[in-house]
């Protein structure tokens, strides 16, 4: 069955150093990948999205990379601030229609000040 | 904000009674989605309307009904709920299916199940 993994033990991290989150998944063929953080209590908001053609994607101080060989998505935030303590969720997709598995459960991130 | 709106923020109710989750979107979007947020597990899709048109409904227990009047609304009606329904209740939208873009999630709805 499809599956989704992400370390499921919070991430924690001095700030100003780079956190990087894997996100893997199996018997999936995702045509893209999106990244969305969820803070305590709220709806995840959308942060990057990366096709499977792309190895590669910044945003500010945001870089996502695609494997689809090794069938894993890394997320990193660079220059980490206590701002950036979230829980960051990977969602695979294909390019039409949707799954009913869509999102990993989430990786913690606690930048400590 | 995100333009995705949902009433009420919280919500306790008794295994007995009938309540209503109701969600608004101001996207122009014509996809929208009902997701359960429970502790320590992920996203659990429920339900997708596509056009007003309910496209998926994930097996979920028909103490749980959906409807979406227009592109913009959708509710999820309650009743006769157990414990285990406790969760944090999302909704989302999203231009269409097929597309290539995100989910745009409203703040959702805590609801407790005494």
């Known amino acids: 069955s499809q599956k989704i993994e992400q370390n499921s033990e919070a991430l924690n991290i001095q700030e100003g150093k780079t956190a990087t989150l894997t996100c893997n998944y199996t018997?999936?063929?995702?045509?893209?990948l999106q990244w969305y953080r969820q803070d305590p209590g709220r709806g995840p908001v959308f942060l990057l999205l990366?096709?499977?053609?792309?190895k590669e994607k910044r945003k500010e101080r945001l870089k996502v990379t695609f494997d689809t060989t090794l069938k894993q998505s890394l997320f990193h935030i660079t220059a980490s601030q206590p701002a950036d303590s979230a829980t960051y969720l990977c969602?695979?997709?294909?390019?039409?229609?949707?799954?009913?598995?869509?999102f990993g459960t989430g990786t913690k991130l606690q930048v400590i000040p | 904000e995100t333009g995705v709106t949902q009433t009420p923020r919280h919500l306790v109710m008794g295994m007995t009674n009938k309540k209503s989750l109701k969600c608004e979107q101001h996207?122009?979007?014509?996809?929208m989605y009902w997701y359960k947020q429970s502790a320590k597990k992920p996203l659990e899709l429920m339900f997708v309307?596509?056009?007003?048109?309910?496209?998926e409904n994930n097996s979920v227990p028909s103490r749980f009904s959906p409807e979406c009047p227009n592109s913009s609304h959708l509710f999820l009606h309650l009743h006769t709920l157990q414990p285990e329904d406790s969760a944090l209740y999302l909704c989302a939208s999203r231009q269409a299916i097929g597309a290539i873009d995100e989910q745009f999630f409203g703040p959702g709805t805590r609801l407790t199940v005494l």
């Open positions: 309307y596509n056009f007003k048109e309910q496209t």
């Open positions: 018997n999936y063929s995702p045509a893209y």
């Open positions: 969602a695979p997709r294909h390019s039409g229609g949707y799954q009913k598995v869509t």
């Open positions: 996207l122009g979007h014509n996809a």
């Open positions: 990366i096709r499977e053609n792309e």
